[in-house]
């Protein structure tokens, strides 16, 4: 009876760790240090895929005039290409390229649109901005369904009142798989 336990436990854990080359499509939510997000990644090919994010920033400030921490908080849209660089060389080494784990370079477009804009100071108001930032990054699996990634790059801001300029991106989230389509249709596909 051990060596049939034994042996379907060795079985399952072979069957559920193979990994296929390709990209996977997911829904996920992050959390960050200054926010919450949705996102949605959409591969184009085994190296390159679409991220879509929708989220809500928060942070705070000091208000001059009545030296009291005020609370702001901002959503966000972000379409970054991404591409993966490192994926077979994981493999080979016996690493996880599953949830689409890896080094990547992307290109983020971001617009900060002031569609759901809060804050604790009633005459604060958040500049509608668009940034571009090329980034480096990693994106590192935890569980079968968590990852982390730190990403960062610098970039060029504008904003709608004219004002413009270089600027920073950190990107330090974790990740929470919600749905994932690609490992569904092989699922379907294998019945």
């Known amino acids: 009876m051990k060596h049939i336990i034994l042996t379907f436990t060795l079985l399952f854990s072979i069957i559920s760790y193979s990994q296929s080359d390709e990209l ?8 960050g240090a ?11 090919n085994d190296k390159l895929l679409i991220h879509l994010e929708f989220g809500q920033e928060f942070g705070l400030y000091k208000n001059l005039f009545s030296s009291k921490t005020e609370f702001i908080a901002t959503n966000t849209l972000s379409l970054e290409p991404r591409y993966y ?7 080979e080494n016996g690493k996880s390229i599953t949830t689409n784990t890896g080094n990547y370079i992307a290109l983020e477009l971001q617009r900060v649109p002031d569609w759901m ?6 005459n604060v108001r958040i500049s509608k901005a668009t940034s571009i930032f090329p980034k480096i990054g990693m994106k590192r699996r935890i569980t079968n369904f968590s990852t ?3 990403a960062g790059g610098i970039g060029y801001q504008w904003d709608d009142n004219g004002r413009n300029g270089i600027a920073a991106a950190l990107d330090i989230k974790l990740s929470f798989v919600l749905f994932n389509f690609t490992q569904l249709r092989r699922n379907i596909n294998g019945l």
């Open 148 to 150: 982390f990634e730190l």
């Open 85 to 91: 660089y490192n994926r077979q060389k994981r493999k």
């Open 34 to 44: 200054i926010g919450g997000w949705a996102s949605f990644e959409q591969p184009i």
């Open 24 to 31: 996977e499509t997911l829904l996920s939510i992050k959390v």
């Open 117 to 122: 804009t809060y804050s604790s100071d009633d």
